[in-house]
Each structure stands twice: as C-alpha cells, then as structure tokens.
C-alpha cells in the first residue's frame, strides 16, 4: 500500500487543518467560559451609579484617564479585540487618588464594575 507524496501531503494537510480547528474551539470555549456574577445598577455604590449615567450620556467625565483603553491583560473579561474595553473611575470616598474602583465597558450597556482594581469583576444589569 504505497502512498505518493501528493497523499502524504494532503493527508498531512488534513490533520493540521484538524488539529488547528480543534484548537481554535478550544479557545473559543475558553473565551465563552469566564465565569462573571451580575450586579443590578441599584445595588452598585452611589458614586458607580453617578459614573454609569455619565458613561451613557457620552460625559463630561471628572478624570483626564476615563475612556482610555482597558487591555484586559489578566483576561478577567471576555475577550475581544483589543480596543474594545474602555475604563472609568468610580470615585471613591476619602481616596486621594483615583482609588480601586472601575467600571468598564465595551459598547454600552455591556458594563462590568471592580471595587478592586480589576481582580475581580460584576456585569452591571439595569
């Protein structure tokens, strides 16, 4: 049972063709699977209710870093390209900084808040 170097190829072909598409669901399935609890907007602290409406009004927004791009480094949320997550500041009552708390979103109303700095997140629901 000899094979030519035509079937070997396609045959070799076939298989990383396979291989690539089991990976590819794989990663797929792995960006499905990130596991975020809710939070309704009535239960997020005051000052990350305020920042919620002016995310949605477009601003004006108290600090120069609100809007910038949110890299998702840790992959805590699902991914997507790379510009597609915006950050905010929740102020924070008493911090003499921006504090921990963020809300951040990809197109409005998909909103995630932190209370931590991004080590854990909530998908806010209206």
Not at 57 to 76: A, I, L, M, S, W
Not at 88 to 117: F, L, M, S
């Amino acid at each position: 049972m000899g094979l030519t170097n035509r079937a070997v190829l396609s045959c070799i072909l076939s298989l990383s063709f396979l291989c690539v598409s089991q990976v590819q669901a794989r990663n797929h399935y792995s960006q499905d699977a990130v596991a975020i609890s809710a939070i309704l907007l009535v239960e997020l602290p005051p000052q990350a209710r305020d920042t919620f409406h002016l995310i949605k009004q477009g601003g004006p927004f108290p600090y120069p870093r609100d809007g910038v791009v949110f890299g998702n480094r840790e992959r805590q949320l699902p991914l997507q390209s790379r510009n597609y997550y915006r950050e905010y500041t929740v102020k924070t009552p008493g911090a003499h900084n921006r504090g921990a708390r963020r809300i951040v979103c990809g197109v409005v109303p998909e909103c995630y808040y932190t209370g931590d700095h991004y080590q854990s997140f909530k998908r806010i629901k209206e």
